[in-house]
């Protein structure tokens, strides 16, 4: 197993994180390419205590969908009846794009929502695991302007 490997698998399994412990994994990660995120990925989060995390339990997410760089599905969710769906009422309005787009340096895939002005970067972990930040004006949303930091791992 990868040190980068082990690092994730450890922030990603501790009852409450640092942010910048996830801060620190990321500039260690490779960035990726639009191609290289293609596909369907399910999610969750690192425990840092950002409001998007309660507001994502809340909905069920399960993950996104990135059928084509100009079909994103940011909120894959899980309804009643166990059946995955876009949630396109909620926060963003279920769509978004696939960019390159820098930040922090680097240029790497990126998912920009169509209807509020916020960004998910993304650098892998390994070719089946991403690790994901938001950012962007999260205040009017989330009531804070923290970073929000999650992950996704191919759903297969």
Same mark, same amino acid.
């Given at each position: 197993m990868s040190d980068l490997r082990a690092e994730f698998d450890r922030l990603r399994s501790a009852d409450r994180v640092d942010p910048d412990e996830v801060a620190?994994?990321? #500039?260690?990660?490779? @960035?990726?390419?639009?191609?290289?995120?293609?596909? +369907? *990925?399910? /999610?969750? $989060? !690192? #425990?840092?205590?950002? @409001?998007?995390?309660?507001?994502?339990?809340?909905? +069920? *997410?399960? /993950?996104? $969908? !990135?059928?084509?760089?100009?079909?994103?599905?940011?909120?894959?969710?899980?309804?009643?009846?166990?059946a995955l769906f876009s949630h396109t009422k909620a926060a963003g309005g279920g769509a978004a794009s696939l960019w390159d787009v820098g930040f922090r340096g680097d240029v790497t895939a990126t998912m920009v929502y169509d209807r509020m002005p916020v960004f998910d970067h993304f650098k892998a972990v390994d070719e089946d695991t991403l690790v994901g930040v938001m950012n962007g004006k999260l205040e009017p949303y989330f009531g804070v302007a923290d970073l929000y930091w999650f992950w996704l791992e191919r759903d297969r």
């Amino acid at each position: 197993m990868s040190d980068l490997r082990a690092e994730f698998d450890r922030l990603r399994s501790a009852d409450r994180v640092d942010p910048d412990e996830v801060a620190a994994l990321w #500039t260690r990660l490779r @960035p990726v390419r639009v191609d290289d995120v293609l596909g +369907r *990925w399910r /999610g969750g $989060d !690192f #425990t840092a205590g950002h @409001p998007a995390s309660a507001m994502l339990t809340g909905l +069920r *997410w399960h /993950g996104k $969908d !990135f059928s084509d760089p100009t079909d994103a599905q940011p909120l894959v969710c899980r309804g009643e009846d166990g059946a995955l769906f876009s949630h396109t009422k909620a926060a963003g309005g279920g769509a978004a794009s696939l960019w390159d787009v820098g930040f922090r340096g680097d240029v790497t895939a990126t998912m920009v929502y169509d209807r509020m002005p916020v960004f998910d970067h993304f650098k892998a972990v390994d070719e089946d695991t991403l690790v994901g930040v938001m950012n962007g004006k999260l205040e009017p949303y989330f009531g804070v302007a923290d970073l929000y930091w999650f992950w996704l791992e191919r759903d297969r």
